[in-house]
């Protein structure tokens, strides 16, 4: 199901099949094989009610968390860049040769997490997070070197704003694989597909014939695949994208 939503367009096109699928099998086998009598349409419509409102608050709150997600992305992303920069910054407190060091490292280290954001290849991503491992353990290094040399508050400053440095990809990255539960999605759709085969059994005359049956099945595919389309950090169209940490880079003058 996970890689099935890191595709919305494909997503989109088989949820509209399968929900289209649902009403014409309400509104034209099972309305044939449980014919629908006039005194119990008044309950019927209740049932019909209550599952699409159902329906829409799932809709909505799938919505509000795959947002929230996003909007956690966009912010570990901002969050990251400035502790780089903080950084940077900060390698002007060890001594020449060392801080010009930490700084190509950081710009490097810099390059490495912009790409990170912007490739959806899954071998270059692979690529990607060893050379960052191999440069954060190269960076850590340099940080352990000047708070040994010089053990002080200043120096102190320097090693926690690594640390920082550190942490902050780790929360970008465990905010990558925040994504809606399986079981959200499986609820959804199972609701979804009941709501349509429930409007198809208690359409009447020309609804249960041309493409009136399909608006349904088009609004909430379509809801659907907005989601997943939020929700997937490496599929689709919505993004996050990584502004921040190129404005950092074009600031550090590379």
């Known amino acids: ?3 099935f939503v890191d595709h919305p367009s494909i997503l989109f096109i088989v949820l ?3 929900f289209i699928g649902a009403v014409a099998f309400g509104a034209f086998i099972l309305r044939r094989a449980l014919p ?4 119990e349409r008044d309950d019927f419509n209740v049932v019909q009610t209550s599952t699409l409102t159902l329906l829409a608050l799932l809709i909505g709150f ?3 968390m795959a947002v929230g997600r996003y909007d956690a992305r966009k912010n570990l992303e901002e969050n990251e860049a400035n502790a780089i920069g903080t950084e940077y910054a900060r390698a002007d407190l060890a001594d020449a040769a060392l801080g010009a060091q930490m700084k190509t490292a950081l710009v490097e280290y810099t390059r490495l997490r912009l790409a990170h954001f912007a490739t959806r290849d899954p071998q ?3 690529k990607n997070e060893r050379a960052t491992a191999r440069l954060q353990v190269e960076l850590w290094r340099m940080a352990v070197q000047v708070g040994k040399a010089t053990p002080t508050p200043i120096a102190a400053t320097l090693v926690t704003g690594m640390n920082d440095v550190l942490n902050s990809q780790d929360y970008s990255e465990a905010a990558l694989i925040n994504r809606i539960p399986v079981g959200t999605w499986s609820l959804m759709i199972a ?4 709501g349509c085969v429930v409007q198809g059994y208690g359409a009447k005359g020309k609804l249960r ?3 009136l049956i399909t608006i349904l099945p088009m609004i909430v595919a379509l809801s659907l695949a907005l989601i997943a389309d ?5 599929g689709g169209v919505i993004h996050v994208e990584p502004q921040n940490l190129g404005r950092l880079l074009q600031s550090l003058g590379t």
Request: glycine share 4%.
């Open 230 to 234: 939020i929700d997937s950090p490496r």
């Open 1 to 3: 199901m996970a890689a």
């Open 36 to 39: 629908l009598p006039d005194d």
């Open 209 to 211: 014939r041309g493409l």
């Open 191 to 194: 609701i979804a597909l009941f």
């Open 16 to 18: 509209l099949l399968l």
């Open 124 to 126: 270059e991503i692979a």
């Open 62 to 64: 799938s919505l509000s």
